[in-house]
């Protein structure tokens, strides 16, 4: 069953060991940031500095695994149609909009939608690692400097990913509009025997 992320929010739910997730983005060019934590124990959780150091690799895409903080493998992507994610930035809080984007009023987040949905498994808002950010374009200069690019998602790209272990999987459909070329649209994910 397919099931949709309304733009800016999120979604948490359990997968099992074996287990398939496949993340779409059916309209193009909008991120869903993902985050993982072991069901049976909470404090393991994603690592992007386990996942960058043990692929050996920024640019994180098929045939790679996504690592938890304990050096263990949580998912592998066993598909990517897209071939760009980032593993480099931190889910959109309502501080990145006062900083980044001087907005001082109210505006949704990945992180507030990640640990609202997360709430109900007992993960608190201090809990939330970085986020792997499906379809994400992220660019870097020779210097080093950072840019957040229009995804190249077009309509129907996915990710597929094998659990490795019993999961807690949160999903946004992210609300930063330099992630997303400026609008904000649905994700849907799917979760397969």
Known sequence: MTNIIKKQTGAAFRIKKGQRLKVTDPEGQQVSDMVLFNAEDTREKISSGKTLDFEESILISRGNFLWSNRSRK???????????????????????????????????????????????????????????????NVQFDKNGKLSVDPPLSKPGDFVLFEAKMDLIVALTACSAEDSNNGSFKPILYEVMD
Not at 76 to 88: A, Q, S, V
Not at 89 to 117: D, G, W
């Open 74 to 136: 949580m998912m592998e992507i066993l598909e990517d149609t897209n071939g760009r994610n980032d593993f480099l930035l931190a889910p959109c809080s309502p501080e990145t909009f006062q900083i980044m984007y001087n907005n001082p009023h109210y505006h949704p987040s990945c992180f507030e939608n990640l640990y609202t949905n997360l709430s109900q498994y007992d993960i608190a808002p201090d809990d939330i690692p970085t986020a792997f950010n499906i379809f994400m």
